[in-house]
């Protein structure tokens, strides 16, 4: 009994023991891993009676990868491919995940990271992680964009490791995301739903889905749907946004690098990319907490406030039927899936506003009583 149990608790050993045929390491790769991926794909209960259970919707919890983001995916291959190359430095530009996982990652490497982030817009939650991973913060004043423009200058004058997702490595992690949904289901969803900002996440997910459907393991190509934020929604737009603004300041970006990817990866799977209001990014940060138990950061409930904005338009049924007669399927609801891309705790100050701690009360049961009652 004992050592079955510890053999469930070891048999994970992270994405790149898992998918390492689909991965560009060789014996010479030393695996830096924390076990990352294998991230539940939760049926959601609740949204699915809102949306009067015309689909199913199911939502991968990337949440619960080691340092609370997707992002740890990419980062086991980007920072084991620098180690195995020799570089004793990483660096990144960052909204504060790739920062937080990318601290992580070169710690365990024995690598030191700086990270380029623009300041004050980092939650508090990941720029702790950073600090607490021992990298060197450098906050400038500027944007993301900024941010990324001098890591890629750096990298031509510094023999450093290039942490984000413009590293094709980091792609290659993130991808089996795309992998492990379709294991789990059995086949490709209907329609795949994220949120999009600097654009690696959407590239990369395309790109798991076709190399799957070559392999044969799937029998179909997912709709692809990309969310971004009204006030950072280049994509949606047609053009660089020169100060963009949300909520959600994981996806706060103006130009994303991997553009033509993204735009590649929606017209591919025939799909579209979508701009959704800092309101209805809140709407759904709340119902995802509220109504599943789960706590996302804002960024990630951009997926369920694009999902919730293309139901309400109609999109799913006319493109479903579409799908239905081109693949002779004979499911009368479509797959969804979001991607739930980060965790709630990276952003405990959102939180905090969003729902408003009360005042503290008096010491007594009389006082909590009322409190209670008040309520109910
Ligand atoms: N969701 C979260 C929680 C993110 O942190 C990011 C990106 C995205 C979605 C968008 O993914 O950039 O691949 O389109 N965060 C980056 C960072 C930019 O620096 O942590 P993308």
């Known amino acids: 009994m004992e050592s079955d149990m510890r053999l469930l608790v070891t048999r994970w050993q992270g994405v790149i023991a898992h998918y390492r045929d689909f991965l560009p390491v060789s014996e010479k ?26 689909m199913e919707v199911y939502l991968k919890f990337e949440g619960t990868n080691p340092t609370g983001s ?49 300041a004050g817009k980092i939650a508090a939650g990941k720029l702790s992680q950073a600090l607490a991973h021992g990298a060197i913060i450098c906050a400038v004043h500027g944007s993301f964009d900024d941010a990324l423009k001098i890591v890629r200058e750096l990298t031509k004058e510094m023999p450093v490791a290039l942490l984000n997702s413009v590293n094709p490595e980091r792609i290659e992690g993130q991808k089996t995301c795309a992998f492990e949904i379709c294991d789990a289901i059995g086949d490709a969803p209907d329609f795949h739903i994220l949120p999009v900002g600097n654009a690696g996440n959407i590239t990369s997910h395309w790109k798991g889905y076709r190399e799957y459907y070559e392999a044969k393991r799937i029998s179909q190509l997912p709709v692809m749907v990309g969310v971004q934020a009204e006030g950072a929604s280049p994509l949606v737009k047609g053009e660089p946004i020169a100060n963009p603004e949300t909520i959600a300041t994981a996806i706060r970006i103006g130009n994303p690098a991997s553009w033509h990817s993204a735009i590649r990866a929606r017209d591919e799977s025939n799909g579209t990319i979508i701009a959704v209001s800092d309101e209805a990014i809140v709407d759904a940060y709340r119902i995802l907490a509220r109504r599943e138990g789960l706590f996302v950061e804002p960024a990630s409930a951009a997926s369920v406030a694009g999902l919730m904005k293309l139901a309400q338009e109609g999109y799913f049924e006319g493109k479903f039927e579409e799908l239905r007669k081109e693949r002779n399927i004979d499911r009368d609801r479509p797959i969804v899936v ?14 905090l506003q969003t729902f408003q701690l009360p005042e503290p009360l008096p010491p007594t049961v009389n006082a909590v009583k009322r409190a209670i009652e008040q309520v109910i």
């Open 29 to 54: 790769t030393p695996i830096i891993t924390l076990h990352e991926g294998n991230t539940p794909l939760i049926r959601s209960r609740w949204i699915e009676r809102m949306l009067d259970e015309r």
């Open 70 to 118: 997707f992002k740890d995916r990419g980062m086991t291959v980007a920072v084991s491919k620098a180690l195995e190359r020799g570089l004793t430095i990483g660096i990144c530009a960052s909204t504060g995940n790739t920062s937080a996982s990318a601290a992580a990652y070169c710690g365990v490497a024995g690598m030191k990271c700086a990270i380029v982030v623009p």
């Open 338 to 351: 979001c991607i739930l891309t980060g965790h709630g705790l990276k952003d405990p100050q959102t939180a």
